[in-house]
């Protein structure tokens, strides 16, 4: 078992930045890729991006590239997303995800994610 838990969300007004947190506990947290989600009310849950397991590897949703990073510290069980250049379209309670690093997949698809956090919401003004 892998427990998730975010932190970090808040309202911010458009052009901002937030930086959001994953603390992991329980299994090996290195053995797992780390993705982020959100779902803005009324709307289907998205993907954002993922960070694999050993860091050599990103990807992103067009609509956050250039604008969202995601880092982790395996040392540390912890995994980052920094959100700068925010939109109010950002707006959404955003999720952390792992999945077993030999998973095969596609990287979007959430139904290949074995844990997830409860959800943190990000609020953007314009």
């Known amino acids: 078992q892998v427990q998730l838990v975010e932190s970090g969300g808040g309202l911010v007004q458009a052009g901002g930045s937030l930086k959001l947190s994953c603390a992991a506990s329980?299994?090996?947290?290195?053995?797992?890729?780390m993705g982020w989600f959100r779902q803005a009310p009324g709307k289907e849950r998205e993907f954002v991006g993922v960070?694999?397991?050993?860091?050599?590897?990103?990807y992103y949703v067009d609509s956050v590239q250039g604008r969202f990073t995601i880092s982790r510290d395996n040392a540390k069980n912890t995994v980052l997303l920094e959100m700068n250049s925010l939109k109010p379209e950002d707006t959404a309670v955003y999720y952390c995800?792992?999945?077993?690093?030999?998973?095969?997949?596609?990287?979007?698809?959430?139904?290949?994610?074995?844990?997830w956090g409860r959800g943190t919401q990000v609020t953007v003004s314009s």
């Open positions: 995800a792992a999945r077993f690093f030999r998973t095969l997949g596609s990287w979007t698809d959430g139904a290949k994610y074995d844990y």
């Open positions: 960070l694999n397991w050993n860091g050599a590897f990103t």
């Open positions: 329980g299994r090996t947290f290195s053995s797992y890729d």
